[in-house]
């Protein structure tokens, strides 16, 4: 069961969020069929989507988050909410690019930096709150850390990292949020800084062994837990809502549908599941119609 755990250090100075994303960011990957590099790519957009729903205020709320620079994979889209459920998808799954210094995943050269990162926020009111900052390395945590800075006005460090195994499966995934409250003072600011400078990655550090709250505690001395959340992959999509998807399909392509394609298949961008529908269903739709 993944987990996503928040604490305050310092009193209250420095704001912590950890999070276990390995079995949510593992079902995506699969239903996804994603490559190694697309993976670390949508596993760390899954999991910074939980961290930002972990912070909404209501149930009500959501958030969506957009990335496109341009890059091989082209667009990164995931959702979630404050129960810390998300989904997510990449447009082309099928990206697989290794450094060739570092010989590890190269997530900004797929992703690329000829574009932006967009955080969309439904906060149940008239106009939903939009972010928006230009890409800087596309490795997707330290643009997150210059979104959190540039567009909300908040110091913030990020990681976000997932471990792929040479079968290409998700072997761990997490990620780590620190930002400074506005009255932090340069001795919290100085040890926030040295913790983010002997931070292992996070996808070693979870697969070592630590859990979210074993590494928080480990990370500061005085920090004190605020909250707790499973974290899971999950999908809003169900038969009925793409049925009645189909209903806003023309006459004529309806038509087609049942009488060269004898029904009709739908695949849900984010989870990949598909629903089949007979002639007879979509005949149904035209009588309605």
């Not at 972990?54 to 990335?67: A, F």
């Not at 990162?117 to 390395?137: E, H």
């Not at 499966?169 to 409250?181: H, Y």
Request: charged share 20%; net charge negative; with cysteine.
């Amino acid at each position: 069961m993944d987990t996503l755990i928040k604490g305050l250090a310092h009193q209250g100075a420095i704001r912590i969020i950890v999070v276990d994303s390995t079995e949510t960011v593992r079902e995506a990957c699969e239903r996804h069929q994603t490559y190694p590099t697309a993976s670390a790519a949508l596993g760390r957009t899954l999991t910074m989507s939980a961290i930002l729903g972990s912070m909404l205020k209501s149930d009500k709320e959501k958030v969506m988050i957009q990335i496109n620079g341009g890059g091989p994979l082209g667009t990164i889209l995931a959702d979630g909410n404050s129960f810390c459920e998300v989904r997510g998808f990449v447009a082309n799954p099928e990206v697989q690019i290794i450094n060739e210094k570092t010989k590890k995943l190269d997530v900004g050269a797929a992703v690329g930096t000829d574009g932006t990162l967009r955080v969309i926020k439904d906060l149940s009111l008239k106009d939903d709150f939009t972010g928006t900052v230009k890409l800087q390395t596309g490795e997707i945590a330290e643009d997150f850390a210059y979104y959190f800075t540039l567009s909300e006005q908040t110091p913030s460090a990020v990681s976000l990292g997932v471990l792929v195994g040479e079968d290409n499966k998700v072997i761990s995934a997490g990620g780590l949020l620190i930002q400074m409250m506005p009255f932090a003072s340069e001795a919290d600011i100085m040890i926030a800084e040295d913790v983010i400078n002997h931070l292992k990655p996070m996808s070693q550090l979870i697969h070592e062994g630590f859990t979210p709250e074993s590494l928080l505690k480990s990370l500061f001395q005085d920090v004190q837990v605020m909250g707790m959340s499973t974290v899971k992959f999950q999908c809003s999509c169900s038969r009925d809502r793409m049925f009645e998807a189909l209903g806003t399909v023309c006459e004529e392509e309806l038509n087609i549908m049942i009488h060269q394609d004898h029904g009709a298949e739908m695949t849900c961008h984010f989870c990949n599941t598909k629903y089949h529908f007979s002639d007879d269903e979509l005949r149904s739709i035209l009588v309605k119609n």
